[in-house]
T-cell receptor, first 114, second 112 residues
Framework: DAGVTQSPTHLIKTRGQQVTLRCSPK?????VSWYQQALGQGPQFIFQ???????QRGNFPDRFSGHQFPNYSSELNVNALLLGDSALYLC?????????????FGDGTRLSIL | AQSVTQLGSHVSVSEGALVLLRCNYS??????LFWYVQYPNQGLQLLLK??????LVKGINGFEAEFKKSETSFHLTKPSAHMSDAAEYFC??????????FGTGTKLQVIP
């Protein structure tokens, strides 16, 4: 049973570019959340997708957008990249039917902005 | 709104000594509380969770935590530290719809 998988593992971009990160949730999970973890910090909630819609959003600008597909996989898009967007981006999945169950995390995508 | 505060960004213990990592929470609703561990270049692994059942929660790798409502605390302990416990530990709180708010983390160093 595969857990949460994220791609790519590492990515290098330059300022102003756009990036797309991908996430496949754990089998049986229908909810996907995205987090940004800057170096030396705890993960910060970006947004959560359920039933192909953004259900909750953290304090991130509109440059950060996402999508969820019918198979529950998800993408995180970041436009007009800034140096401060350099971070580990974590995807987490869970089941909406079991709201007290913890999220399962992938190993993340390390994004470096030059 | 929910938040957690982790006291001590770095903790050092000797191998075999007690591990105590502190976490205090703030929540307007009965919280779900978690401890996660993160090894270098990896994602987050769940150690244990509190979801309003028993106040003493046992997790993996010998870790446990006690929910104390009167103190709004959820400290993580392990009786005897092992070298493999060296990692970063995150306390987290969740409210509705599973949005999780993390603390700033505590790096645990285990000295041989």
């Amino acid at each position: 049973d595969a857990g949460v998988t994220q791609s790519p593992t590492h990515l290098i971009k330059t300022r102003g570019q756009q990036v797309t990160l991908r996430c496949s949730p754990k089998s049986g999970h229908d909810t996907v959340s995205w987090y940004q973890q800057a170096l030396g910090q705890g993960p910060q909630f970006i947004f959560q997708y359920y039933e192909e819609e953004e259900r909750q959003r953290g304090n991130f600008p509109d440059r950060f957008s996402g999508h969820q597909f019918p198979n529950y996989s998800s993408e995180l898009n970041v436009n007009a990249l800034l140096l401060g967007d350099s971070a580990l981006y974590l995807c987490a999945s869970s089941s909406n039917n079991f709201s007290n169950q913890p999220q399962h995390f992938g190993d993340g995508t390390r994004l470096s902005i030059l | 709104a929910q938040s957690v505060t982790q006291l001590g960004s770095h903790v050092s213990v000797s191998e075999g000594a007690l591990v105590l990592l502190r976490c205090n929470y703030s929540s307007s609703v009965p919280p779900y509380l978690f401890w996660y561990v993160q090894y270098p270049n990896q994602g987050l692994q769940l150690l244990l969770k509190y979801t309003s059942a028993a106040t003493l929660v046992k997790g993996i790798n010998g870790f446990e935590a006690e929910f104390k409502k009167s103190e709004t605390s959820f400290h993580l302990t392990k009786p005897s530290a092992h070298m493999s416990d060296a990692a970063e530990y995150f306390c987290a709180v969740s409210g509705g719809y599973q949005k999780v708010t993390f603390g700033t983390g505590t790096k645990l160093q285990v000295i041989p």
